[in-house]
């Protein structure tokens, strides 16, 4: 399947990713697994259909696929109170947050219009 975004949609995706990407040297509020995968699943929602499927492919033959799974593994790690302090669950929503927007980015770019 082909699928290719609009100039206007894919600058919308990479500005949402410059607002969930750390700041070095920068505080930058808790972003949690759940709030960016709620946040891409109603944006991603928006474009045509199978856009999910076309995303799945994507991450599957550009990262593996234990990418794929590694941001739910890590929330997963979360809800289970694998970590002990507030201040390492925080890092971990960054981090899940980041690798979530790594993966969008990638797409993006790789399928929108000139």
């Not at 808790?30 to 991450?59: I, K, N």
């Not at 002990?84 to 981090?95: A, F, I, S």
Request: charged share 20%.
């Amino acid at each position: 399947m082909t699928f290719r975004l609009t100039r206007e949609q894919a600058e919308q995706a990479l500005d949402v990713c410059a607002l969930f990407s750390p700041r070095t040297g920068m505080y930058v509020s808790p972003v949690s697994w759940a709030t960016v995968d709620a946040f891409w699943s109603g944006y991603v929602s928006s474009w045509p259909d199978g856009a999910h499927r076309v995303l799945q492919e994507f991450a599957t033959e550009q990262l593996g696929p234990s990418n794929i799974f590694w941001g739910s593994r890590l929330y997963e790690a979360h809800k289970a109170g694998e970590t002990r302090e507030q201040h390492l669950d925080r890092e971990r929503g960054q981090e899940v947050a980041t690798h979530i927007c790594s993966m969008i980015s990638a797409f993006v770019n790789a399928h929108r219009d000139a």
